[in-house]
């Protein structure tokens, strides 16, 4: 079956600090790999995704992520959070047995210390 | 362009009294899913639509009806409400190809009594 693991439920970074957080995916074909942010009360927000080629993206917010097959991971990347980052983070894969969807992880919870 | 709208923001139903979360899109996208949020549970997919007239079920339909008519309306029903339906909503649109980027709309709070 098809699912999405983000094993750290809260991590905590000082400002200026790096970030990673991670993402494993289960999917036996060729994976639809994203990233969303979620601010407290928002909706979710794309920060970048992956379905081909250069197996490192760039996207918003100085975000990057890198899709490693050989890992089935898929972890977001920062080097340098500021506070405003301080958010919730969710990994998803695109899926299609017949017509598509998507499946989320349980998402990470960034605090962000000053 | 108001992106995906949806209505209300916040509910408080009776157990067993039914209702209807409307989600819009003026984007012209062909693909509308409905989520709800708990936590510790991330986002899980209650149905999605492909286009008007074609719904699937996600991995928690149950005592969730949807329909879609148009391309722009994906309402999501409650028929009995149950007070674990109480949860946050999430409904998002995207243009119809499995690698574009789902659209979000701001959450409906369902609080069931």
């Known amino acids: 079956a098809q699912s999405v693991t983000q094993p750290d439920i809260h991590i905590t970074v000082s400002e200026g600090a790096s970030l990673e957080l991670r993402c494993n995916y289960s999917?036996?074909?060729?994976?639809?790999l994203f990233w969303y942010v979620q601010s407290p009360g928002q909706g979710l927000q794309l920060l970048l995704k992956?379905?081909?080629?250069?197996?490192l993206v760039q996207g918003i917010k100085g975000f990057e992520a890198e899709f490693k097959r050989s890992q089935s991971s898929f972890n977001l990347r920062k080097p340098s959070v500021h506070w405003s980052d301080a958010a919730e983070y969710f990994c998803?894969?695109?899926?299609?047995?017949?017509?598509?969807?998507?499946?989320f992880g349980t998402g990470t919870r960034l605090k962000v210390l000053a | 362009n108001a992106g995906v709208t949806q209505t209300p923001k916040f509910q408080v139903l009776k157990t067993g009294q039914s209702m209807t979360l409307q989600c819009a899109q003026d984007?012209?996208?062909?693909?509308m899913s409905w989520y709800r949020q708990d936590p510790g549970m991330g986002l899980r997919l209650i149905h999605y639509?492909?286009?008007?007239?074609?719904?699937d079920q996600g991995e928690v339909p149950n005592g969730y009806n949807v329909s879609r008519s148009t391309t722009e309306d994906f309402p999501l029903r409650l028929l009995s409400a149950a007070p674990s339906q109480t949860s946050v909503y999430f409904c998002?649109?995207?243009?119809?190809?499995?690698?574009?980027?789902?659209?979000f709309g701001p959450g409906t709070r369902l609080l069931v009594l």
């Open positions: 984007m012209n996208h062909e693909y």
């Open positions: 999917y036996g074909a060729t994976p639809y």
């Open positions: 998002a649109s995207s243009s119809g190809q499995i690698s574009e980027t789902q659209y």
């Open positions: 639509s492909v286009g008007a007239g074609i719904t």
């Open positions: 998803a894969v695109g899926v299609s047995p017949g017509t598509y969807k998507y499946i």
């Open positions: 992956y379905f081909s080629g250069d197996t």
